[in-house]
């Protein structure tokens, strides 16, 4: 109860804010309790309905008092009904089929959301402009004729409304109703605590600049001087960029609000559409802008799960490869060794089979972290795939490289399987890789001495010289 009281005075102190801020009867820059509606839609559903319906009902009375239009109250409660309802649809509707579109896209589908979010929300906002002012003509509240003049007017001021705040009032609604559900596709509209210092000053960079062009275009009252607002998409993009998508759509409030009182306190009504483009078409960039940083994370997600094997965080086989085929040019472009070693745990099937699979799995990881610990910066500790790994140890020479594996071998019998008094060793065929052999021949090389080790008992290391040694 008491929430749906304080979503009626937040919606009713914005339509109050914006009739303020009117540069023509019924047409203000931007109508903030559109956006209000199209949130609550998005979050509460049909829930909302009853509050933005008597919202629209004391709207309607006091439109009435505001213009001293002396309607009688049944006249009004009737235009405020049918007025109350166009908005519901309208609103309701395009909140319905955003809402249905997030929930079958996935995270990596931001930018498809925004569209449609945009797409929706000025389709809504036109939807309600049309009706609603219809519904005021309908009933005598208006001339037809002047219907006809002020429904682009309203379209604009709400879709301005709709596009710049809608994001704003999801973070504070779901904040004040937590039981939603994870459908904002990726983004995190909860307040951040972090940093409000640096936050606060970029807010009054970006206030202090806006300021500034609005005094330029009140001093000079040329058009071309009001243009220069568009330039201040450059501080909003920092922000974005730099701050949480709930900071980042507070900011855009901040924007807004401050652009509509300096058009009605400096009287740049002339100019009214120009400022109202401009916080569109900047609210509309820095929502598009909101993307990127959810992609990106999303990006070196993906890139991680390429790159790494998903158990032993060791290279993955593919990016194994990749870096090797990479380290031999530079090794034969230095005319360095390189070496490679093959190992494999013995007797693992035993290991999954008497401990579980639970079991071998967290043997595979503490061989991975025994065997890491020990190697150089340069080193690229791999997995081939079950329970075998590569080792390519650029730099070093065989006989190097079979003290390694000997020092690798003697680490591993040190590894005990969790929660049991099994040791483990490991079987290992090292090789230099010859000048003009290629990588994966070298690994064939490497696998039939692992072979041999296993052959000759386990828990041994098994070398093979360069042909042009032997
Ligand atoms: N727990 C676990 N087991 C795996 C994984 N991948 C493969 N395995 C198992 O590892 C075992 C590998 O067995 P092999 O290498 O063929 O044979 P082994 O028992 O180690 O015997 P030797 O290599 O001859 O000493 C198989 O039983 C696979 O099912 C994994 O990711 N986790």
């Known amino acids: 109860m008491l929430r749906s009281l304080m979503l009626a005075g937040s919606w009713l102190l914005l339509w109050r804010l914006a009739v303020l801020m009117e540069y023509a009867p019924h047409a203000s ?41 002396h309607q009688t109250w049944t006249q009004l409660a009737y235009t405020g009904v049918l007025f109350g309802a166009a908005h519901c649809f309208s609103y309701y509707c395009g909140a319905k089929l955003l809402k249905q579109l997030v929930r079958r896209s996935f995270s ?60 704003l009032f999801i973070g504070l609604l779901s904040w004040r109703y937590p039981l939603i559900e994870g459908w ?41 001087v009001s243009f220069a607002v568009f330039f201040l998409i450059i501080p909003q993009m920092w922000i974005v960029y730099t701050e949480s998508a709930f900071r980042a759509s507070l900011s855009l409030a901040v924007f807004s609000t401050l652009t509509a009182v300096w ?53 993955s086989r593919q990016y194994f490869f990749e870096r090797a085929e990479q380290e031999l040019l530079r090794a034969r472009r230095y005319q360095q060794p390189i070496s490679l070693l093959v190992f494999d745990i013995d007797h693992f099937k035993q290991i999954n089979d008497q401990f579980g699979h639970t079991a071998g799995d967290s043997a595979l990881v503490l061989v991975a972290e025994a065997i890491g610990k020990g190697l150089r ?46 040791f483990l060793s490991g079987s290992f065929g090292v090789v230099q890789i010859e000048r003009h052999e290629d990588f994966q021949d070298a690994f064939e090389r490497a696998d039939e001495c ?10 041994q290391v098994f070398s093979s010289r360069p042909a042009e040694q032997r």
């Not at 925004?114 to 208006?142: H, K």
């Open 184 to 224: 904002l596709g990726g983004l995190d509209f909860q307040q951040s605590g972090q940093g409000l210092y640096g936050f606060l000053v970029k807010l009054l960079i970006s206030s202090s600049l806006l300021t500034l062009t609005m005094l330029l275009a009140a001093q000079f009252r040329y058009s071309e």
């Open 263 to 315: 058009v009605a306190s400096l009287s740049l009504m002339d100019y009214a559409l120009v400022y109202q483009f401009a916080i569109c078409v900047i609210s509309a960039s820095a929502y598009f802008g909101l993307a990127v940083p959810v992609l990106a994370a999303h990006n070196a997600q993906l890139r991680e799960l390429a790159l790494s094997d998903g158990l032993t965080k060791v290279a």
């Open 108 to 167: 990596d589908a931001l930018p498809k959301i925004i569209l449609s979010f945009l797409i929706l929300g000025s389709l809504s906002a036109l939807l309600a402009a049309l009706l609603g002012t219809q519904v005021l003509a309908g009933s005598g509240l208006i001339e037809q004729q002047e219907a006809a003049s002020i429904w682009l007017p309203w379209w604009i001021g709400d879709m301005a409304g709709t596009i710049v705040l809608t994001p």
């Open 377 to 422: 910066q340069s080193d690229l500790l791999g997995r081939f795939g079950g329970d075998e790994f590569l080792l390519l140890l650029p730099g070093i020479d065989l006989d190097k490289a079979s003290e390694t594996a000997e020092r690798l071998r003697q680490a591993l019998r040190g590894v005990k399987v969790a929660d049991t008094r099994h």
């Open 450 to 459: 692992l072979l041999k080790a296993k052959k000759a008992g386990r828990d």
């Open 29 to 69: 820059i931007w109508f903030p309790s559109a956006g209000l509606s199209f949130a609550a839609f998005l979050i509460l559903g049909l829930r909302a309905v009853p509050i933005v319906m008597l919202c629209s009902l004391i709207a309607t009375f006091w439109v009435d008092d505001l213009y001293a239009m």
